[in-house]
Structure formats: structure tokens, C-alpha cells
């Protein structure tokens, strides 16, 4: 994206909600078909990247002690693969990821820290990557991780990766109740499986209903359309969402729902007023380990 090089580059990416996840058969690639609008929220992680003799990645925030330092981390990756594919042979740099995202949450946290890492190294290496390149490449990281680069809203076909943008009327209050420890996202798709059993999938598609809320900008009519087919299989390894679900909703949420593959649960609201309710009643119902509130559409991966 830039052509001359720069000494530290610091990248901003959001989070994202899943505002309809319909999941679609297990394919013989071990990913399922999907028909998934996303949605960037305003809960951040900061990506800096300074040139350095190795790779090495550092971590801060509450929960940085959960994120993995060595090769699996997607921003690592990020840096690998764009250096890889320069000639830079081995990357030569440090990653910084201040981490405001929940982690292992079912926000795309680690997708945003590969597309962060991915937009940061082209403008400190200087190597000037298209978009079309940097998107092949995100889809290469992970699934969730071409929406981090592009934000807003956008439907996504495929394994989540081909996206279409979405027009978006307005702006929508969300609040997160962040669950202990986190889920692993081969398992929740396993559990889906399971409990679907031989039932026959067909192939999902995106609601009409939701695609006019958000054009719309209406948050009533986004409430009354929202769905996750992973909810159930979240809800079966953590029975115990199903209270943060009710909290949020008996606190005047206009719905609830496990956001992407969970635990974090996600609460949609009539405006930041109610979102502040709801986050509050929350908060004191001891049924989560933190709550944050967030409005969205937002852009995606921004150089700052
Ligand atoms: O693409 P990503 O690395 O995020 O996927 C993690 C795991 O989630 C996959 O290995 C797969 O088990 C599951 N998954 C899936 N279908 C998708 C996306 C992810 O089954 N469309």
C-alpha cells in the first residue's frame, strides 16, 4: 500500500459482530459454507511494528497473557508470509499488539492483530502490496481475517472470506459481555456437527430481513433478524451464557446473541443511552468478567 519504507508504523483494527452467521454443511476441506454479514465494532487492538534484527511479538492490555507469543500468533504469520512472498526472506521485525479486543472471544481478535500486522509491514518494509494482494493474503491467514482489513459491514461467502461491502443506514449500539476463558473455534463448529447429526444443511444464505435493517440503519428491525447458527453449539459447551443472555435481555437489550463462535456474548440496543443500562445491569450480575460497550459500522484496519 505504500511504496517508501518507514521506521514504525502503527496500524488501529476493530472487532467484529457476526449479525447473521448461517452456517452451511461441513465441506471436504474441513470448513462449512457460509452466509455471514459482519459488522466492525469500536473495541480496538493497536498493531506497532518497529524494524528489528528478528521476529518477535509482545503483548499488552488485561488479557495479553493469553495471547500467544511464538509463530502461531496471525500477526507473526502476517509478517512472514508478505516477507516470504517480498524476498525479505526471514522477517526482520518487532510486533507490538495492545490488545483491547477479547481474546479467543468470537471477535475476530486474532484476525485483526494478522490484518494490523499485515498493513503495518508493507508501510515499514516499504513493500507496496495491492489490496488485492493484501486480501489474498488475509484469506490465507484465517477466514475472519479479510474483514479485518475492510471493516464496515460486509456479507461473506465461501469459508467467510469473499466478501461483498454492505450499505449501512446508520449507526448501532452494542454491548459485549466478555466470558471467562475463551472458546476454540474448530470445537464449536465440531459441536454445531454434533448436534446437527444426519440432519441435511442446506446452503446458507444472507436474511433479506437483516440486509434491510442495516441498510435501514434500524436496530428494532436488526433485533428482530439477527441470527447465529453457532449459538446452540456455543451455548451446549458453555451452558452457562444462557444467563448473560437473559441478564442483557431482561435489562432492556432489543436482543442477544453469542457473537461469532462466542464465549463473548453480544447485546444489541436502541441508542448509547440504553447500551449504558445494559452494560451496567450486566456489570453488577456477576455473570461475566467484563462488559464493554461499542458502536458500529467503524473502517477497517487503519494506518494511524
Ligand atoms: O479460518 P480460521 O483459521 O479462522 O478457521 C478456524 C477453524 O474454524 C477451522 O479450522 C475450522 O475448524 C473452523 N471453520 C469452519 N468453517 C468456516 C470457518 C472456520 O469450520 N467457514
Request: proline content about 5%.
Amino acid at each position: 500500500m505504500s511504496s517508501s519504507a518507514q521506521a514504525r508504523v502503527r496500524v488501529r483494527v476493530p472487532a467484529k459482530v457476526n449479525v447473521q452467521l448461517g452456517v452451511g454443511g461441513l465441506r471436504p476441506d474441513g470448513f462449512h459454507g457460509l452466509a455471514n454479514v459482519f459488522l466492525a465494532v469500536g473495541l480496538y487492538d493497536e498493531v506497532t511494528v518497529t524494524a528489528a534484527d528478528r521476529l518477535t511479538v509482545t503483548c499488552s492490555g488485561p488479557d495479553a497473557d493469553q495471547v500467544p507469543l511464538d509463530a502461531t500468533n496471525l500477526a507473526a504469520r502476517a509478517a512472514a508470509v508478505l516477507a516470504e512472498r517480498h524476498g525479505l526472506g526471514a522477517p526482520r521485525v518487532h510486533i507490538h499488539i495492545d490488545k483491547g479486543i477479547p481474546v479467543a472471544g468470537g471477535m475476530a481478535g486474532g484476525s485483526a492483530d494478522g490484518a494490523g500486522a499485515l498493513v503495518a509491514c508493507d508501510a515499514l518494509w516499504g513493500t507496496g502490496a495491492s489490496r488485492d494482494e493484501l486480501l489474498e493474503i488475509c484469506a490465507e491467514l484465517g477466514s475472519d481475517v479479510p474483514f479485518s482489513l475492510v471493516g464496515g459491514a460486509a456479507l461473506g461467502r465461501g469459508r467467510g472470506e469473499l466478501l461483498t461491502p454492505l450499505p449501512v443506514g446508520g449507526t448501532f449500539h452494542w454491548v459485549f459481555a466478555v466470558a471467562e476463558g475463551g472458546l476454540s473455534t474448530p470445537a464449536v463448529y465440531a459441536e454445531c456437527d454434533r448436534l446437527r447429526g444426519d440432519l441435511v444443511i442446506p446452503e446458507p444464505d444472507a436474511a433479506a430481513a437483516v440486509l434491510d435493517a442495516l441498510r435501514a440503519g434500524d436496530a428494532a428491525a436488526l433485533a428482530a433478524a439477527v441470527c447465529n447458527d453457532l449459538q446452540d453449539a456455543a451455548l451446549s459447551l458453555r451452558p452457562s451464557l444462557a444467563r448473560t443472555l437473559a441478564v442483557g435481555t431482561g435489562a432492556g437489550a432489543l436482543a442477544g446473541m453469542v457473537s461469532g463462535s462466542g464465549p463473548t456474548t453480544a447485546f444489541l440496543t436502541k441508542d448509547e443511552q440504553d447500551a449504558d443500562r445494559v452494560a451496567e445491569a450486566l456489570r453488577i450480575s456477576g455473570t461475566c468478567r467484563a462488559v464493554r460497550v461499542a458502536a458500529g459500522p467503524v473502517p477497517g484496519a487503519v494506518v494511524l
